[in-house]
T-cell receptor, first 112, second 112 residues
Framework: DTAVSQTPKYLVTQMGNDKSIKCEQN?????MYWYKQDSKKFLKIMFSYNNKELIINETVPNRFSPKSPDKAHLNLHINSLELGDSAVYFC???????????FGSGTQLSVL | SQQGEEDPQALSIQEGENATMNCSYK?????LQWYRQNSGRGLVHLIL???NEREKHSGRLRVTLDTSKKSSSLLITASRAADTASYFC????????????WGLGTSLAVNP
């Protein structure tokens, strides 16, 4: 069983559209994250949830909205997609914020 | 900048040689973690070294930590072609703002 799974793996869409990426972890972890990795491989944290509560919200446009229906799921909804949103988005989880992270395989978002 | 910084940015070696990657950071830390990312995949945790530890081993991997110099190194001994990947260090901030700080990674190519 995949520990952290995110869908879809690829997402190609037009500017201005709204899209969602889903993430689920079966590790029983309390903390989940969304990261954005740009073309230079820089990994930037976007959001972190601990037990369904938002604990990190970096400087991210408010077009990005995370939703955590329960502690095993953290979805990312993006409104009004822009060209600059094209990147690979990774979901991750850990038992606590300072313990090791388990990453999903990534969602490659291409905005045309 | 809040980034951890890896050095060198790129490294190319022959199979069987050792590979050393360095990491510097700027803040006080709880621990420092190393991750590997194969092309097109998610990151995989390699080693976590706590701030009160100086050296840690895992198989062919050896990590050192010098908190006085705010630096760490990852040594891969007897490298294999399968070690080809990007390697990231992620210092974990101490205090209330516990989050990992990511750099751009070291791209390692192991030639057969």
């Amino acid at each position: 069983d995949t520990a952290v799974s995110q869908t879809p793996k690829y997402l190609v869409t037009q500017m201005g559209n709204d899209k969602s990426i889903k993430c689920e972890q079966n590790l029983g972890h309390d903390t989940m994250y969304w990261y954005k990795q740009d073309s230079k491989k820089f990994l930037k944290i976007m959001f972190s949830y601990n037990n369904k509560e938002l604990i990190i919200n970096e400087t991210v446009p408010n077009r990005f909205s995370p939703k955590s229906p329960d502690k095993a799921h953290l979805n990312l909804h993006i409104n009004s997609l822009e060209l600059g949103d094209s990147a690979v988005y990774f979901c991750a989880s850990s038992q606590t914020p300072e313990e090791k992270l388990f990453f999903g395989s990534g969602t490659q978002l291409s905005v045309l | 900048s809040q980034q951890g910084e890896e050095d060198p940015q790129a490294l190319s070696i022959q199979e069987g040689e050792n590979a050393t990657m360095n990491c510097s950071y700027k803040t006080s830390i709880n621990n420092l973690q190393w991750y590997r990312q194969n092309s097109g995949r998610g990151l995989v945790h390699l080693i976590l070294i706590r701030s009160n530890e100086r050296e840690k081993h895992s198989g062919r991997l050896r990590v050192t930590l010098d908190t006085s110099k705010k630096s760490s190194s990852l040594l891969i001994t007897a490298s294999r072609a399968a070690d080809t990947a990007s390697y990231f260090c992620a210092p974990c901030n101490a205090g209330n703002n516990r989050k990992l700080i990511w750099g751009l990674g070291t791209s390692l190519a192991v030639n057969p």
